[in-house]
């Protein structure tokens, strides 16, 4: 069993299924948090079109300035005050190690790490049809390689509690999540 308040960190590689995840989490009463959303709320603040190309410049822009814990830096008050009002947190994004070991220390909350993999083939078959920023597969594979060379996306997954495999249907992934949040005791509020 966990401690509670608990936070439930999601994390891997773009089309792996950490969004489907937090989703259906956050529909069974699950407190919700997307580190995403910080980098988006900056390009509009900006006033420029929430695109792949942008979100990339503002994420590189604030990781110059404040490095590469900038957005968990960013993301920490929110998540504080989601754990104050929630037993239960999902946290949806989770990119670098050096974030994961910010939130791990700085949290004050039980952190769970789950790592969604999926084969690349699958992944990129999901990028290329997702209604919203579709990418093709050169995108994809260039994706791939600056989130891991430049966002330091392996440490979490590598270091993760759990890792649930997305290579089936999406109801046998969001099954297995379930039983695992159970079994630990995750409850929403």
């Known amino acids: 069993m966990i401690e509670t308040p608990a936070a439930l960190a999601l994390v891997g590689m773009p089309g792996a299924g ?18 995403g959303s910080i980098v988006e709320n900056e390009v509009v603040r900006r006033g420029l079109a929430v695109r792949p190309e942008n979100e990339q410049m503002v ?7 404040d490095g590469m814990n900038a957005i968990a830096i ?6 504080k005050a989601a754990l104050k009002a929630n037993s239960s947190l999902v946290i949806d994004g989770l990119y670098g ?11 004050g909350a ?8 999926s084969p690349r083939h699958l992944r990129y078959e999901r990028l290329a049809t997702r209604p919203e920023r ?30 649930l495999v997305n290579d089936r249907t999406s109801e046998s992934l969001l ?3 379930d039983a695992l949040t159970d079994q630990l005791g995750f409850q929403p509020s």
Do not use: N
Request: hydrophobic share 45%.
């Open 97 to 107: 190690f050096g974030e994961y070991k910010l939130l791990h220390t700085e949290l």
């Open 134 to 163: 579709p990418l093709t597969r050169a995108e994809a594979e260039q994706r791939d390689i600056r989130e891991i060379d430049t966002l330091e996306k392996g440490g979490p997954i590598a270091i993760a509690d759990f890792t």
């Open 110 to 117: 039980s952190m769970i790490v789950v790592a969604i993999v």
């Open 74 to 79: 960013r993301a920490l008050p929110h998540l």
């Open 59 to 65: 994420r590189e822009e604030l990781r110059a300035i």
């Open 175 to 177: 099954q297995t999540l």
């Open 18 to 35: 950490k969004t489907l995840c937090a989703q259906h989490l956050k529909a069974r009463g699950f407190a919700h948090f997307r580190f």
